[in-house]
């Protein structure tokens, strides 16, 4: 079982729709939970980290459940310009092979 | 606007080759990691330094790759001999780690290496 899962997608959907991603990881001792996107050929930006009491930042809501390890990225009103891959980052800083993407899931908002 | 620099953007080299991947990371980030990203194995953590100290280098082929930081403005990737099976794009990321408790990563750019 990989640490972090992702389904891969791509979730194609209207412009104004609300999508929602899940992500499950599988060490419990994860400390530290983000979402990033990634754009075509570019370097994976920061969107927001994930904290145990959810939290929102404008249309972006993100959401952790520690008890069934699996975080949540919710994402209302798409815009096209939403499109990207979105990856789910799991940080245990305990040492070794602390930081650990998932593959991530593709997002193409339509018009 | 602080961000991570990297250099080159692109290399093409021949199988064999050495390649070497620079970094400048952010200013007071504490913590640096090299990634390798590509389409069949997404991103890979190949290794990262905290206060310039190697942590974890697992994800590396220790024959042909190696990472250092000189200094705390400079991180550096190596690849001797390429293969081209090496071809990937290659992300640096620089973050801050305070009490155990570790921040948000920014990447860089990243250097898109073709090796033939």
Not at chain 1, 35 to 57: A, F, H, I, T
Not at chain 1, 97 to 109: D, E, I, N
Not at chain 2, 79 to 87: M, V, Y
Request: hydrophobic residues 30%; proline residues 6%.
């Amino acid at each position: 079982r990989k640490e972090v899962e992702q389904d891969p997608g791509p979730f194609n959907v209207p412009e104004g729709a609300t999508v929602a991603f899940n992500c499950t990881y599988s060490n419990s001792a994860s400390q530290s939970f983000f979402w990033y996107r990634q754009d075509c050929r570019k370097e994976p930006k920061l969107l927001m980290s994930v904290y145990s009491s959810g939290n929102e930042d404008g249309r972006f809501t993100a959401q952790l459940n520690r008890a069934s390890q699996y975080i949540s990225l919710l994402i209302r009103d798409s815009k096209l310009s939403d499109s990207a891959t979105y990856l789910c980052v799991v940080n245990r800083d305990t040492g070794r092979r602390a930081l650990t993407f998932g593959s991530g899931t593709r997002l193409q908002v339509q018009p | 606007d602080a961000r991570v620099t990297q250099t080159p953007r692109h290399k093409v080299t021949e199988m064999g080759q050495e390649v070497t991947m620079r970094c400048q990371p952010i200013l007071g980030h504490n913590t640096v990691f090299w990634y390798r990203q590509t389409m069949m194995q997404g991103l890979e953590l190949l290794a990262y330094f905290r206060n310039r100290a190697p942590l974890d280098d697992s994800g590396m082929p220790k024959d042909r790759f190696s990472a250092e930081m000189p200094d705390a403005t400079l991180a550096t990737l190596k690849i001797q001999p390429s293969e081209p099976r090496d071809s990937a794009v290659y992300f640096c990321a620089s973050g801050l780690v305070l009490n155990r408790e570790a921040h948000e990563q920014y990447f860089g750019p990243g250097t898109r290496l073709t090796v033939t």
